[in-house]
DNA sequence: ATTAAACGTAAATTTAACGTAAATTTAGCG
DNA sequence: CGCTAAATTTACGTTAAATTTACGTTTAAT
């Protein structure tokens, strides 16, 4: 496997020296924000395998940042926070984060708890492009290819083919693709659902009745078939 | 989804009172054990989701039962320990355990790690597939082969299967299988279930009168037999 | 032998879930 | 601001699943 990617946000400069030589010398590769904006930048660009967040950024508050990486994938997020309340904790571990440290921590618990988050969540880096048959499906942007003519997707259409595509043959369920889509799920929400994947049908041109791509399992959720 | 199970190994009555409380509240099922050598035969034989595990246990050391539950199975770890040493934290994660927490702590606190573990490890205690002679049948989806042909099943004609599939050979009352199904049981519902087992049985290609899969035991239920 | 209780199954009915078109609202951009 | 594309909401026809009804068959006890 390729060296894992870790992205450090956090606006101390002496915490990225002494993070990145660690991170370095664990075999990890570094990557290194100084705020919000461009740590999310840099999330979407460079693919992290996790992110090493801190809470007090100068831009934007730390919560508002875990919130919105959530909303876009599953990457293990260990937040580093000054505060010492367990209150505060309980939100960020509901909120998405995986874990998190108070300052000032060891090096070495550091080091420890990102191997757990590695070891534990199998993260996987996604290639820039996953090919079918008949059908290529960019990982960066929202555009696929069929017969080699490009059609353009949606965000949406694009993030639920993507969470299909990437686990082909599998099912995954209305409610998996209701949080990863939408970040939330209410009971009912699925007709939202139904037309998404009506949109996306139409661009693939894929029937409902007879699917080369999107096969309904009803009840239940949807599967990519290839 | 079945409730996760979670196991305490913990030697003081006191956190058994409060956590078993909490967790149960939680939609948990609280699993409790006073000392290691108990709380290792609970593991075996229980199967529980996610293990609380004190370090102070009377009668083996806490991170040689973590070593020997790590060898047996990747059930995510959640350790208490009175030590505040980093050192000592650092040496717990490295041995297998997937979090902790020191005491005394917040049980609101310990109940949102929880969630993160069962989370992120989606660990599940069923296997993805329970295979018999001629029969596989997949726990996610409603969907068995009979010689490597596939039949899709309903909802509940799955729930129904996996049922009586997980215990072979046991005889499971009419009554268990109306709550398991339903939900609720009101004397005189069966007929619901005869016409469901006549569903299944039409797609399993079975006889109820010499049946290869589901047998009728007459006043008090069925037996998957195998 | 007759009867009652329990079962199996076919068919009818009700309910839930899906797919799609169209209308409306929201968001991004010059 | 005004335009365009995207996202959401509404509405409705269609299909599949679940439930209900009905009835014939087996089994075991009187």
Redesign the interface.
């Known amino acids: 496997m390729n060296k894992p990617r870790i992205l450090l946000i956090d606006d101390e400069e002496k915490i990225h020296q002494f993070i990145s030589i660690s991170l370095t010398a664990e075999g990890f590769e570094y990557l290194g924000c100084r705020d919000a904006s461009s740590g999310l930048e840099c999330f979407q660009n460079d693919k992290p395998n996790l992110i090493i967040l801190d809470l007090g950024l100068p831009d934007i508050d730390g919560s508002a940042v875990l919130a919105m990486i959530r909303k876009i994938g599953n990457i293990?997020i260990l937040v580093l926070t000054a505060r010492e309340q367990?209150?505060e904790?309980?939100k960020l571990?509901?909120a998405g984060?995986?874990?998190y440290l108070s300052k000032p921590?060891?090096i070495?618990?550091l080091i420890?708890?990102i191997?757990?988050l590695l070891r534990?969540?199998q993260y996987e880096p996604i290639p820039a492009e996953l090919h079918f048959e008949n059908l290529i499906i960019r990982t960066f942007e929202p555009m696929v290819f069929i017969k080699n003519t490009s059609i353009h997707l949606t965000k949406k259409e694009h993030q639920l083919l993507l969470l299909l595509a990437i686990n082909p043959g599998v099912?995954i369920s209305q409610k998996k693709i209701l949080v990863a889509i939408w970040g939330e799920f209410h009971s009912g929400d699925s007709h939202y659902l139904r037309v998404l994947i009506t949109h996306l049908r139409k661009k693939l041109k894929d029937d409902a009745e007879d699917p080369i791509y999107i096969k309904t399992?009803p009840?239940?959720g949807y599967r990519f078939i290839c």
Request: aromatic share 4%.
């Open positions: 293990p367990s209150a904790k309980v571990l509901n984060a995986n874990d921590f060891e070495k618990e420890a708890r191997k757990v534990d969540i099912l399992e009840g239940i």
